[in-house]
Structure formats: structure tokens, C-alpha cells
């Protein structure tokens, strides 16, 4: 398959194909969206609680980021990979964040950033730009925003944030990002901003006539089963398999089913006379 890059992404726009991008944290399941044929990873903060157990993406770092980047890169060979700037990466001046892009870039091996965030990190995504290193912006539901929002909700249900997701998404736009995520953003509203833009929209939660769509690989694979957000499909219920395989190992190593004969390695046994 031909190696997916950012102007894949706007062709993709100008011809109406639609665009998929899925979450991943590690090198196994990297390797397995690449080969799926899937067109993008998104190393995602989210690692923070499906990863690493953390209550939100707050607690995540530059180099947690890092280190899982790298590791996907390492996977997949073909699509694109996208990694967040996790919280407080990109909020203490342009410098830090266009240092700390880099080095998502250099050390993580990715091929672009996702900042969260409209027409107040409009000034950042551009200076990131501007050192050459492609951004997807990210509007909407925005979790490193989650105590200012006060909570996850959706976002644009009245006239005050239509007006400011509209003019998040011409801003970021604008200052050169080559796609923009909208997070947990009523249908309607999501397919307008898709209409006003030339670049491609990225939808979670945000219906169907987004250019692409974007799910946690944990969440589309049923590997979760306490909460379901409502914007996510089970494509296949991957949890349940992997909790019977664990289950079927406990059983058979307890009832001395496994290993056996054929799992051994044999040898000459007269080695071990008189030892």
C-alpha cells in the first residue's frame, strides 16, 4: 500500500474519500493498524487511562508521549502518526511548545502533532508550523480542558459556542493546520464547519460527514466494559476473547492440561545419570 502522507489528507478532502485514523500506544497493535490498512495513528494522551490508569490525561508527559510514539513508529511503516501534546506542553510559550513538538518529531518519530485547542493556541500552531512540523488541531470536547469545562460534555449546543467552535475552526485553519479534530460536537454543526473548511475534519462523536473518524482502539474493540461513550461502535469484542484466552490458560496450567508433551524440549536423558 502507498505510504500515507499530510497531502493524503487533502486529497482525500478535495475528493470526498473519507479518511480513518484509529489510537494506538505500542508497537504490537501498530503493526496491526498499519497493516489493517487503516490511513492514521494517533499516539493519543488518552494512553494516560488506557495505558497507564490514570483517572484523565492530565498526569501524561512529554516523554510518556514520547516513548509510546516511538515504540508505534517502530510498527507501523506505512500510515501516518500523529501525536498529542499532552497537557501543559504547549501553554508555558511558543518556544517550549515548538521545542517540545520537536522533539515528538525527532525522538517519537512522528510525523505531526495534535494540540488542543482554537483561536487561543492559533499563535502556537503557527510558530509550530512555521518550524516545519505538520499540526492537527483538535476543537470541541477537549479533555485537557476537562476541570475548566467542568466535566465531558458535549460541546456547541448553544449560540455562544457554535459562534466560538466556528471561529476555532477558521482560526486553526488558518494558522496552517493541516486537519482539525472535533470532539463530541453535534452532527449538524460538525458537518457545517466540514463544509467551511478546506481541510479535513477528524470526527469523534461528531457524526458522519466529517472527512475521517477517529476512536480509541480499546473502546471500538469492546475492550472496555464498564463505560461505552455513546459515539462508539464494538467492531469486534476483542475483551471478551482475551479475558476467555486468560481464563483457558489459569484453567489448564491449574488442571495440569498444559504444557504439554508437545510444548517440552527433549534431550539425551543419560546427560543426567549420576548428577
Known amino acids: 500500500m502507498k505510504k500515507v502522507t499530510v497531502s493524503t489528507f487533502q486529497e482525500a478532502k478535495e475528493k470526498g474519500e473519507k479518511l480513518t485514523m484509529l489510537t494506538a500506544y505500542d508497537y504490537t497493535t501498530a503493526k496491526l493498524v498499519d497493516e489493517a490498512g487503516v490511513d492514521s495513528i494517533l499516539?493519543?494522551?488518552?494512553?494516560?487511562?488506557?495505558?497507564?490508569?490514570?483517572?484523565?490525561?492530565?498526569?501524561?508527559?512529554?516523554?510518556?508521549?514520547?516513548?509510546?510514539?516511538?515504540?508505534?513508529?517502530?510498527?507501523?511503516?506505512?500510515?501516518?502518526?500523529?501525536c498529542d501534546m499532552p497537557f501543559?506542553?504547549?501553554?508555558?510559550?511558543?518556544?517550549?511548545?515548538?521545542?517540545?513538538?520537536?522533539?515528538?518529531?525527532?525522538?517519537?518519530?512522528?510525523?505531526?502533532?495534535k494540540l488542543e485547542g482554537g483561536v487561543e493556541v492559533a499563535e502556537i500552531i503557527r510558530a509550530i508550523v512555521d518550524a516545519k512540523i505538520p499540526v492537527c488541531a483538535h476543537i470541541g470536547l477537549t479533555p485537557q480542558s476537562i476541570n475548566a469545562l467542568g466535566g465531558f460534555k458535549v460541546q456547541g449546543k448553544t449560540d455562544?459556542?457554535?459562534?466560538?467552535?466556528?471561529?476555532?475552526?477558521?482560526?486553526?485553519?488558518?494558522?496552517?493546520?493541516?486537519?482539525?479534530?472535533?470532539?463530541?460536537?453535534?452532527a449538524p454543526l460538525a458537518k457545517k464547519i466540514t463544509e467551511i473548511l478546506?481541510?479535513?475534519?477528524?470526527?469523534?462523536?461528531?457524526?458522519?460527514?466529517?472527512?475521517?473518524?477517529v476512536l480509541v482502539y480499546q473502546d471500538m474493540l469492546g475492550m472496555y466494559d464498564d463505560f461505552t461513550p455513546k459515539f462508539v461502535k464494538h467492531f469486534a469484542q476483542v475483551g471478551e476473547a482475551m479475558k476467555e484466552g486468560f481464563?483457558?490458560?489459569?484453567?489448564?496450567?491449574?488442571?495440569?492440561?498444559?504444557?504439554?508433551?508437545?510444548?517440552?524440549?527433549?534431550?539425551?536423558?543419560?546427560?543426567?545419570?549420576?548428577?
Request: glycine fraction near 10%; charged fraction near 25%; proline fraction near 3%.
Open 247 to 275: 481464563s483457558a490458560y489459569d484453567r489448564a496450567v491449574k488442571a495440569g492440561e498444559f504444557p504439554t508433551k508437545e510444548h517440552e524440549f527433549a534431550m539425551d536423558e543419560d546427560l543426567l545419570k549420576g548428577i
Open 198 to 213: 478546506s481541510i479535513p475534519t477528524i470526527g469523534i462523536g461528531a457524526g458522519a460527514d466529517c472527512d475521517g473518524q
Open 88 to 113: 501543559l506542553s504547549y501553554s508555558t510559550g511558543i518556544r517550549d511548545s515548538v521545542m517540545n513538538a520537536g522533539r515528538m518529531i525527532q525522538e517519537g518519530m512522528a510525523h505531526a502533532v
Open 43 to 82: 499516539v493519543g494522551d488518552s494512553l494516560g487511562m488506557t495505558m497507564l490508569g490514570y483517572e484523565n490525561t492530565l498526569p501524561v508527559t512529554v516523554d510518556d508521549m514520547i516513548h509510546h510514539s516511538a515504540a508505534v513508529a517502530r510498527g507501523a511503516k506505512r500510515l501516518f502518526i500523529v
Open 160 to 186: 455562544d459556542t457554535v459562534k466560538k467552535l466556528i471561529a476555532d475552526a477558521k482560526a486553526v485553519e488558518e494558522a496552517g493546520a493541516f486537519a482539525v479534530v472535533l470532539e463530541c460536537v453535534p
